[in-house]
């Protein structure tokens, strides 16, 4: 269930809120550093959507989660997040971070380039508060970083 951003302001934000929203960040890091596709899928709603923002491409559901994560990390099977920044709330989680990896396999409409790139990334992970799971990601970086 995706809320307006009016709906969001509303939201009440407890302490209790506020660490079931951080604990399953934490375990959807550890999915994610432990290339976990199980671990990852299950702090996701089923009708989760990701999006790489600059380039419009999507993926829904958890099939779409399965195909982004074995694209994506097919595409970086080294990839590293240096943690520069986050915010938690009752709306989801806001990371800032450097991706770190080598370009192995296309991805975000790219072809691979075989280079170690880093580059800022931003990833908003919305929180869906019937289901208690991130409602998928958005993803935001600059495409151009991806050329080498």
Known sequence: MSLSARQQLVQKVTPELYDRVRTLWIQHSKAEDGRDLDGLIATL??????????TGQLWEGHVGARQFYSE?????PD????????????????????LTGTHSGPWAGREP???????????????????????GENIFFDTGQLTG
């Open 45 to 54: 709603t089923e009708d989760c959507l990701y999006e790489i923002v600059p």
């Open 72 to 76: 994506f990390l097919g595409a970086f």
């Open 79 to 98: 990839v590293k997040f240096d943690l520069k920044d986050i915010v938690i709330g009752p709306q989801g989680v806001i990371e800032i971070a450097r």
């Open 113 to 135: 380039t075989g280079q170690r790139l880093s580059f800022p990334i931003v990833i908003h992970f919305p929180w869906d508060p019937s289901a208690e799971r991130f409602a």
